[in-house]
């Protein structure tokens, strides 16, 4: 895959090949799996598949930026979050729709901010935007998202819904957003703005992030569709 | 995937690896999604899958080139359009032909002239053409796709359909057609002729509009084949 | 895809790119298609699509050879052709065969002399055989596999059979290996001997030709397996 | 797939491309095997499949290393069984949960457990912790999975079970865990801590212990999958 | 695919380039006729592919480092045998099952050898063991292989058996690692030991023997299967 070899033992670097691996493989395992559960349930697994495809190429593109130059620019992460974000959260909406009707204007709104947050993000830390400014619009959008997801019609459909696994499900998959999620705020706010290229420390911490962010995500709802996909419909 | 690497923040290189993601996840989602629709469904939704191939390909050739000598040559762009355009119009064709017959004669013509278009532009852009003539003839066949597209047979039958869906969803991708199409002669006039290196702006330019003229366009049309075919028959 | 990329626009370059985009986009597309046709019409189009597949990775090295040292040599083409061209006269047997039978030993010699024609051409130009007599047993082979086509038991078969798509869509296939091949006895005859490392306007031949050669080949015998299935049998 | 080749003949070098290979074909066919398998154990298979399939990306990256720089840093094998390992485990109790129910308690305490185990064993092999600390604290995770495996609800289901070939496989699956992944401990306690980069007979060791831990693993358990899965339901 | 490329006509490079150029196909053809067989017949041609696919890798990187340092050590050529042949060997086995019952035993013990058989060449090739000992266990193995499919329980189920097409199918691919694998142990023998980085002739003469050894022998298992599959079954 690279063409450039770590020499001795990394710590990050091997933060970066671990999280490689696992996104590669539940990506893998997510893509196969879109095919065991019913037809509804097909998109939002795809959409987390597809999320952590994204994952797996971008982190691969840092590693190896990361043992070449032992340095990477923010850009690859911003990249992947600006893809994967969005279709994560299609995701929960794909699968909140199956217990109930949700407007399609909704979708669009949670897409829209879902992207703006990470874009505006992204112009604070490279420095294209004030970086108080970037961080407290980052917030504000984040809020939108997560209040949309405990308060509003999702949150609603999902309470009234009798499929008692998305319920449960719903819970842990909301808490991802809400807490995981947590760590690019965090972040942003630590290093302050100008610290566009991340050192080891950041680096380390966003690999180990793709763990719950992006592949308990997706393997969340490969069990939630799996458990409601009757066995005789394959 | 590449062998040379950003070293500080990079806006250009970061918009160039977004479209890449995007594209490649777009062209993933449509073609599992393939198997979702109903059989004349499917060859229209491969079709706009493939386009966005296309475009991940040729984005990330792009995108190394520019990282590597800062510059972008025209060639990687005009490859991804004289490919994928004609296979997007085709797209649109076999699409509107799920409700009404179409000449195949009107098939090879638009197809044609779409990839005349393209070969017209790149002639005048790399300085084989007169550059005033190139864009002159370019723009003539680009009108003659969206006459066909706005008054031909094929608003014909779309207006004349009972599928709803179909209707709404060929007044958004024609207008993908036609404003984000738009901005290819665009940049074309803005730069004259000689110009055949892509300077950094440019290139940013037709990574953004890679979103609208080739993800939105593909998901719009896996959305009305969704809608159109029936849960029952997968 | 490739670690060295083009500076400044390259016609010969843009032509392979092309090419390559074109025969990875009609090799996914025929591929997919495979699932969609009848079973007797799956064999034909599968090998098609392999055709187009190898044609694909080998431009795709003749492209990366000629931006790296401005010459290919044409061991990258004639690589292509030796795989892809008894591919293709395999696909035309089992596509006629789908409407009369035909003997095995007709499939063997047709194979056995399509690669004996490449093989001869080959050994002419890399200088391990006298070019005249390379080129003269190369005519005559291709000859034979012309007259096979034109007048012998497959023109035969199409001719008797019911499927008038058949019929007319072997006309184009024929047509395309007696009219879109003979431009390799051709630019072997006008380069004479000795030219093993090719020249930037042959380079650019040899990829536009792929577009009937592979691309419109196996669209072609995509279209008539697809008519050929019935809807209620995907 | 690597830019650098070895040059004259290195048994560490063909030891690590064989288990590539072998990898690679063994993840290729349990991920096809995947479909030939009763729903229930698709699961099992294709986590079979996902643990090859990251042996195989590990070691051609260990291997590449290896070829340019005579040193593989354990690195690239740490990451690849804190991968592969929970995934094998995952396997496991997927296998046997077709013959009886087991708590969802169960399937999290092993998971954890056998991560834990391989990044406590990282950390001390890279110098993070104490040497014998690590080795011990390692020791006492992998007796706890294997009294799992040997004495625990598992064994219990497995041994109640009335499929015959789910016994004698459990037998062979779980002797792979107890006798195979026991050269771990073994190599890290013969070389102490310290030893980051790993020397050629421990690179050759671990290649070689590829084929019954990942996939000897992987094909004993199709082979259990393919018998338990009745003809007449592909 | 390679990074560094022919810069004149090589017949040696040519002919690697072939040889994986048809290996590839041969295994995307294998690959996906494997969907089109009957249950019991998808086995032994997926094994077939697999070993086409792990002769395509190798063939890869052979000739990769042939063109790099215009010398190829045998290690790419033994990896890919260790794992191809013990894989032929075991569809031989799967195919004949199909006619009647076969040993469990014969199985191993069929695949032992085989891949022994190998090893003890390559010790011998690469100089840890005595050359003219390697050559004479290696045939003494390979003379037990060929005893069982001539003489052996094989033969016998073959002989047996009411599928006329496996009968003669038998015997070409019996034939085959007769005739086409004597070729290993007789380059073997014209070397003599010490020769452990192949020189061009050798190079071209394993390049060759692909083509009978990997992918006729692949071809000739799915006609059979493909026959035997009734067209109702797909």
Known sequence: MSSNFMKASDLVAAGFSTALLALACAAVLLLVGTGWVRRGWKLPVLLAAIAALAGALS??????????????????????????????????????????????????????????????????????????????????????????LFFGRMDEVVAKSRMPVLRRGYFWLRLIVAIGWAIYPLVQFLLSSGNVVSSGAVSLTYSLFEFPNRIAFGLALLAIALIESPEDKP
Chains 1, 2, 3, 4, 5 share one sequence.
């Open 59 to 148: 982190t691969q593109e840092a590693r190896n930026a990361w043992i070449a130059t032992a340095a990477t620019p923010l850009d690859y992460f911003y990249a992947c979050w600006f893809v994967s974000m969005p279709l994560q959260i299609a995701a929960l909406y794909f699968a909140v729709r199956q217990a109930g009707a949700l407007s399609v204007a909704l979708f669009w709104r949670m897409i829209g901010i879902t992207a703006l947050m990470v874009l505006v993000r992204y112009l604070g830390d490279a420095g294209y935007m004030n970086a108080t400014l970037s961080f407290l619009i980052g917030i504000i959008l984040w809020l939108y998202v997560l209040g949309e």
